[in-house]
Structures are given as C-alpha cells and as structure tokens.
C-alpha cells in the first residue's frame, strides 16, 4: 500500500523557517519523482516543488524559488521541503504527492505565516 505522510507543518512568523518531510513507503522511492503542492482556502491548488532522487532533479515554482529547497534522505524514504524567508501568501496546507498526481498524496500539514 503506497503511504505518503507529511510532518513538520506549523505557525512561524513572517521571516522564520520550517522543515516539512514526506515519509513514503509502498513503492520504490527512487523510481519516482516527489512533488509538493500545496492548497490554501479559496485559491487554486499549486505546485511548488519537485524532487527525482534517481537524477537529483529539482523543480520549484517562480513564488518559492530561491527560498525553498526540496533534499532528500536516501536512507530513510523521505523528502525534506526546507522554506526558509517565510512569508504570509506562503500560508497553505502542504502536501507531497508521488510523481506529482495528485490522486497520491499524504493528508497534508497546515503551515501558517502570521505577518
């Protein structure tokens, strides 16, 4: 059974940092790419990053580049999600989702940037 679980979620002030992870297992990890999305109230779902262990290919999206960065943990199954220069629209529920469908996705961690 293919479980992706998202952690590290939680209320920052403008200009902090978190760390999220996504700890996957039913699957061969370095078969497929990570992706991160993520959802706040009344906006579009988007994604924000991307991550292939088997090539080290990394993707974010133009609102977070520069202050997120996606690694990994070979060992361990997971994928880190390191947001740093937090800031207010970056407020959302994070999910990583394996080869970026949507349809297989973790239940999601509630990150909130108070300004």
């Known amino acids: 059974e293919v479980q992706l679980v998202e952690s590290g979620g939680g209320l920052v002030q403008a200009g902090g940092s978190l760390r999220l992870s996504c700890a996957a297992s039913?699957?061969?990890?370095?078969?497929?790419?990570i992706g991160w999305f993520r959802q706040a109230p009344g906006k579009e779902r988007e994604g924000v990053s991307c991550?292939?262990?088997?090539?080290?290919?990394?993707w974010y999206a133009d609102s977070v580049k520069g202050r997120f960065t996606a690694s990994s943990d070979n060992d361990k199954n997971t994928v880190f999600l390191h947001m740093n220069s937090l800031k207010p629209e970056d407020t959302a529920v994070y999910y990583c989702?394996?080869?970026?469908?949507?349809?297989?996705r973790g239940q999601g961690t509630q990150v909130t940037v108070s300004s």
């Open positions: 991550i292939s262990r088997s090539d080290g290919f990394t």
């Open positions: 989702t394996k080869a970026g469908m949507w349809s297989v």
């Open positions: 039913g699957f061969t990890f370095d078969d497929y790419a």
